[in-house]
């Protein structure tokens, strides 16, 4: 069977070199189709190795691609003869899983097992020799295939390097089946994981945990607007990251910004990603493309190199994402406690609200505003800004003041009484309104805001630290610690001295004497033994009685009589004499 395939692979026509670029023959077409199939992580993982990720769900039909033609092209983005010669290797992330397998995904086609065997054989001695550690992530059973051919057939050497451990001159095949088993092997928030990764992961786990990492960042924290190293208070990440994709020129003249809703699980998942810490998230909607730096020590700030052709997340997750933020705060920007006061303040919606009401609501200087200093702070800084730089573009994307009020209103409620909140909703619906009609107007300018200080808030901080929000450690209440603590009593393991002291030993009570041992087992063993029951015979049946007695039915006494009889001997025997 070897000479059979090496045959096969002695008669192929295809190339490991693709043609150059100023040549005629060069496809721009699948030179975008094999970065997305294969790229490069920014940041190294172990021993500063460069890290390729290999997804499999980019793989096109093969009804629409050549894959002969597509090979050249996604072998040139591994390192070069000069790279792995002079370097110590590479490592690559296997994402094996495909698509998601939604409702609308289609089934792609796979190319066949003889285009696999070819492909292989094209890949050089260094590239082959150097590759130091392969992780397959969503493992299926064609991987699994694929894998055994390799070793068995192709390069019976190929066994030998597989190795479950470490090590740094053979090959380490590690196989997770999921995006946390993966995590407890590699730091993946240093990864560039492309989203369909994570659909596929979701229907293997309901969620990602990472080691020292996975907690509160952004979400439900107890400050969220974390603290600046410049000024007192900052956005985080998650708002301005997402907000900056949203007011590009393209973006923001999308129509139904915060009235469409964005697929659950993608929302889940950037909220997962941010919480979680990971550097590197694309935003992307046609050709408006986001995405940050990340520095690292030894490194610098480190980009995504060919980001465009990444995958991305578009502007109906990111405003969901926005939405998603102000409906986890732990304390609503409208709590229960205000609900009277501005049912008293804005209760008769005939009325016009004048700005200085307004101004008395959300000023961070009034004193009788109805809602908390970070309630306000937050309108002021994001909320409001956000929301009128939208309504200026409402010739295209058709979200004016009230369609605007109207979408967000249902975050800012979260109390515990849905009933009471939806009643309040019409007027906190309609105080809204008129805030994004007056910020531009008077309320930004009386706060001491301008527009240039919103876009100050958005852009990337210069201090390191500010670039992340800062990991919410949890708290345990000191009353219950202590109350954990009380009963413990902490016994020094390491000394000898208690072991041979004998008084730390307790005094065992004295033994009885054998004779009363045997005694009381004895009258135990006559106090168990009972009577035997004695033998139950089984009635006659009522036939044999008829025929010992040679009578008939008709000779029986009366039922009457019966009952009338036994009913006098019994009140004879209850009166008293």
Request: hydrophobic share 40%.
């Amino acid at each position: 069977m070897r000479s059979q395939i090496s045959k096969r692979l002695g008669s192929t026509s295809l190339t490991s070199i693709p043609p150059p670029q100023s040549s005629p023959e060069y496809s721009s077409k699948l030179a975008d189709v094999a970065a997305r199939i294969l790229f490069r992580s920014p940041l190294p993982l172990h021993d500063d190795l460069p890290v390729f990720i290999l997804n499999a769900a980019a793989f096109p039909d093969v009804k629409d691609v050549d894959y002969d033609s597509l090979l050249p092209y996604v072998l040139a983005r591994l390192p070069g003869e000069e790279e792995l010669i002079g370097g110590r290797g590479y490592e690559v992330v296997f994402f094996a899983g495909g698509e998601d397998g939604g409702a609308t995904a289609k089934k792609k086609g796979r190319p066949g097992w003889g285009w696999l065997l070819q492909a292989y054989n094209l890949l050089t001695r260094a590239m082959r020799k150097r590759l130091q550690k392969l992780y397959i992530v969503h493992e299926r059973r064609w991987i699994r295939a694929m894998v055994e051919m390799f070793s068995t057939i192709v390069s019976p050497k190929f066994r030998k390097k597989i190795l479950h451990g470490e090590s740094i001159s053979f090959l380490v095949l590690l196989r997770a089946s999921c995006l946390s088993a993966l995590a407890l092997h590699v730091p993946i928030e240093d990864l560039l994981i492309p989203p369909s990764a994570y659909l596929y992961d979701r229907r293997v786990s309901p969620n990602i945990h990472v080691p020292l990492a996975s907690g509160k960042r952004a979400f439900a924290v107890r400050h969220p607007l974390p603290v600046s190293t410049t000024a007192p208070m900052r956005l985080p990440r998650v708002l301005r990251e997402s907000t900056s994709f949203l007011l590009l020129d393209q973006n923001i003249r999308i129509e139904g910004i915060f009235r469409v809703n964005a697929r659950g699980t993608i929302v889940d998942i950037l909220k997962e990603a941010y919480d979680r810490g990971q550097k590197f998230i694309v935003w992307k909607q046609g050709e408006s493309v986001l995405s940050y730096s990340h520095w690292r020590e030894g490194h610098g700030n480190t980009m995504i190199a060919e980001v465009e052709l990444a995958e991305g997340y578009g502007v109906h997750p990111a405003a969901g994402l926005i939405k998603q933020w102000y409906g986890k705060l732990r304390d609503p920007i409208f709590p229960k406690s205000c609900y009277n006061q501005l049912e008293i303040l804005f209760g008769d919606s005939r009325d016009t609200i004048e700005p200085s009401r307004l101004l008395d609501l959300i000023s961070l200087n009034s004193p009788c505003s109805p809602i908390n200093q970070t309630s306000r702070l937050i309108l002021t800084m994001h909320l409001l800004p956000l929301l009128s730089k939208i309504t200026d573009c409402h010739d295209w994307n058709h979200m004016d003041a009230y369609n605007l009020s109207v979408c967000i209103t249902p975050t800012l409620l979260c109390g515990l009484d849905p009933i009471e909140d939806a009643k309040m909703g019409g007027i906190i619906c309609y105080v809204l309104e008129a805030l994004i009609k007056q910020w531009k107007l008077k309320l930004a300018a009386c706060c001491g805001l301008e527009d240039w200080d919103f876009e100050q808030s958005l852009r990337l901080p210069e201090a390191v630290r500010d670039r992340e929000d800062p990991l919410e450690e949890i708290r345990i209440n000191s009353s219950s610690r202590e109350a954990q603590i009380e009963g413990i009593t902490l016994i020094d393991n390491d000394g000898s001295d208690v072991e041979n002291d004998e008084t730390f030993r307790p005094i065992l009570p004295p033994r009885p004497p054998t004779s009363q041992i045997i005694a009381e087992a004895s009258d135990h063993a006559r106090s168990v033994r009972r009577k035997p029951a004695p033998a139950i015979s089984a009635p006659p049946r009522y036939s044999m009685a008829l025929a010992e007695n040679s009578s008939s039915l008709h000779d029986l006494p009366a039922y009457d009589n019966l009952i009338d009889d036994s009913i006098q001997e019994s009140s004879e025997r209850t009166l008293p004499t």
